[in-house]
């Protein structure tokens, strides 16, 4: 058990139905003062049941706003739950680098926390762990953890949503990088990675361009939060941890587009591939999860596939109700 300061639940920036609950974590292992995390729960309605629970994890520059996704998983007996990581969303404060951490162990706190608030809350029911992302590089590390010492249950499965398994670009590149940041990750960690601000998967998100969706741009800002040499030295060493295999101890499904785009510009192609990750290496390295995996290209999906076009994303959903349906 751990021994964190978790506050009552109050009102969420969701609105009716939703509520999110404080996690203090003390000080910052980072020196960037005290931090938090933030879990949200959709309440549960009157008249439905609950079988099972549902932990959800973001990426970078992202936060938890996923309420179709969450409206869907109610629907089939999941009590909802998601974690705004530490300096990320809802749990970001003054003096915060967004998202840094210079070990992605650290999450580990919050998660666990978060884990014992669901079963206090859900006793005797599976969990499953849903993560896009960067949090799909994030919960497989901290559940390899949990099984190598002996603690799986009341974990029952992991849904990765287009997960961050390697470093975009050209293999030649990755080494040398890797090798490079880990070298300025001991001088400058808080360093910003010099790039071009690139609004393209934004663009096609947000209601206020041409998307569909409606969320809080100073949470997930369209061209995203700056990338910080110690952050991706983390990333980079979690990568190197997962391609040398885990075991995470429960089935995992993997969700991904069939194909990746890469643009500085919008356009139609954007809204029907990845622009974000090269989604080869997440069909490569998958099997890296250890145990059973059933790995699923959507077509023409998006990088977040529950946030894709309207076809590929009642894809999406039917592949994680099949799955959900076999395994729990």
């Known amino acids: 058990m751990t021994t964190l300061d978790v506050r009552p639940w109050t009102a969420d920036l969701l609105g009716d139905g939703y509520q999110q609950r404080v996690i203090e974590l003390g000080d910052d292992p980072d020196g960037e003062g005290a931090v938090e995390a933030v879990l949200v729960r959709r309440n549960v309605r009157d008249g439905e049941q609950v079988t099972g629970a549902v932990l959800y994890v973001h990426g970078f520059s992202d936060y938890f706003f996923q309420t ?26 003054p003096g915060h680098t967004a998202h840094y951490v210079s070990d ?13 608030v669901i079963t206090g809350e859900c006793p005797d029911v599976p969990v499953v762990v849903m993560a896009h992302s960067t949090g799909g590089l994030i919960t497989p590390l901290w559940l390899d953890r ?3 010492a002996g603690r799986v249950a009341p974990v029952a499965g992991l849904v990765l949503n287009s997960p961050w398994f390697d470093l ?35 663009d096609s998100l947000h209601i206020s361009r041409t998307g569909e969706w409606d969320f809080d741009l100073d949470l997930k800002p369209l061209a995203g939060f700056p990338v910080t040499v110690g952050w991706l030295n983390a990333v980079r060493r979690g990568h190197a941890r997962l391609h040398r295999g885990l075991d995470v101890g429960v089935p995992s499904l993997v969700l991904r587009s069939d194909k990746t785009h890469y643009s500085k510009t ?23 999860l250890g145990g059973e995996v059933v790995s699923v290209p959507i077509p023409d999906a998006r990088h977040d596939v529950f946030l894709s076009l309207e076809k590929p994303r009642r894809e999406a959903y039917a592949r994680l109700d099949g799955w959900l349906s076999t395994h729990l």
Not at 104 to 116: K, S
Not at 193 to 202: D, P, S
Not at 272 to 286: C, G, Y
């Open 266 to 288: 919008y356009s139609e192609a954007t809204d029907r591939a990845d622009t974000v990750l090269d989604v080869r290496q997440i069909a490569r390295w998958a099997g890296c």
């Open 146 to 148: 949990r099984h190598r």
């Open 68 to 93: 179709e996704l969450a409206d869907f998983l109610a629907e089939r007996g999941q009590a909802v739950y998601a974690l705004d990581l530490r300096k990320s969303g809802r749990a970001r404060r």
């Open 168 to 202: 975009q670009g050209r293999p030649v590149m990755r080494g040398p990088v890797t090798w490079l940041l880990r070298v300025l990750a001991k001088v400058r960690p808080l360093r910003p990675l010099a790039a071009k601000e690139i609004t393209v998967y934004g």
């Open 104 to 116: 992605l162990a650290t999450y580990d706190a919050e998660l666990e926390t978060a884990l014992e």
